[in-house]
């Protein structure tokens, strides 16, 4: 049994950032290896089955996301018995730094990755990119990235306005270009709401034999929060573990999403831009029939009211 001071299943919520950190790659230590990779990165490995899920993860993004301040990866690995090698950024970085590129490069030397039957690459926007970037390191890998950028060259991306500080940085020497460092993979499922303009554009670099696009429409920007409070995203990582994660199972699960209120609400937001109140009228009864939801409750009422006074014909109740 683990130590408990060292388990993956303790919370480190409590603790500053320093401490947060130390206690992190002391578990990590404790349970298989770290190593600090420059001023901005480090990564953890926790040495358990034969499938290794890989994540790029934030500082910020796992204190904000956990309620146990634990990497992403954890859950999986607790879950699932996995191995997890967890690769995180103090802040946005895209991993573009040179200590990095040799880290893997020794464990491309170390045949590390060869030592697992299956090898899981997972990320979100710039940890999503670099998912994508760095599965290179272990040909035959699966890749699920989450909104990724393809870069931030500005002569390919100068549309994407979003990143200028990262303008000076170098997207064109190793590990660069993210849908060219698929080639190697197994199979990658690039994921993005198509009603963002520049995920979307940013996917369809991606376009690949061996790249899925999976659209999620009207979940907005923050994609795998959604996944996460629809509880699929786990089960989909669960997939790609077994080797069961197609369109036709990702789309299954994202059935969740009729009971999610932010997707609802979005799309609400689009009937009434578009001019549609027949079929709000159809989407709140369906809503306000299923869960408590005073918005569309309210703009049921609204509707029903403009349909009374003849500005368009209310569906049959």
Not at 162 to 175: G, I, K, L, Y
Request: hydrophobic residues 40%; charged residues 25%; negative net charge.
């Amino acid at each position: 049994m683990q130590d408990a001071n060292h388990s993956i299943d303790a919370s480190l919520a409590d603790l500053d950032k320093d401490d947060w950190k130390a206690a992190l790659i002391a578990q990590a230590d404790h349970n298989g290896m770290s190593q600090q990779l420059g001023d901005k990165h480090f990564a953890t490995f926790i040495d358990q089955k034969s499938t290794l899920l890989v994540t790029f993860e934030t500082i910020q993004g796992i204190r904000a996301l956990s309620e146990t301040a634990q990497p992403f990866g954890f859950d999986m690995v607790k879950a699932q018995g996995w191995s997890h090698l967890c690769v995180i950024s103090d802040g946005d970085t895209w991993f573009r730094d040179q200590r990095l590129y040799g880290f893997f490069d020794q464990l491309i030397d170390d045949g590390f990755f060869e030592d697992f039957d299956r090898v899981i690459f997972y990320g979100a926007g710039p940890c999503g990119y670099a998912a994508a970037a760095f599965s290179v390191a272990a040909p035959g890998a699966t890749v699920i990235a989450i909104q990724p950028q393809a870069t931030l060259d500005p002569r390919m991306t100068e549309w994407d306005d979003r990143f200028v500080e990262m303008r000076r940085t170098s997207f064109n020497d190793r590990f660069g270009y993210a849908p060219d460092m698929l080639d190697a993979a197994d199979h990658a499922y690039v994921i993005y709401d198509p009603r963002q303009a520049l995920d979307a554009m940013h996917g369809t670099l991606f376009e690949r034999p061996n790249v899925t696009r999976l659209r999620m429409p009207f979940m907005g920007a923050t994609l795998q929060t959604r996944l996460i409070q629809m509880e699929i995203l786990y089960r989909m990582l669960a997939l790609a573990g077994s080797g069961k994660l197609t369109p036709s199972s990702f789309y299954s699960l994202y059935r969740a999403r009729r009971d999610s209120k932010s997707y609802l609400r979005n799309l609400m937001s689009h009937l009434d831009a578009e001019e549609r109140p027949y079929l709000n009228m159809l989407l709140c009864r369906n809503v306000i029939a299923r869960m408590r939801a005073p918005a569309f409750r309210r703009r049921l009422s609204e509707l029903e009211r403009l349909a009374e006074q003849g500005d368009f014909q209310a569906p049959p109740s």
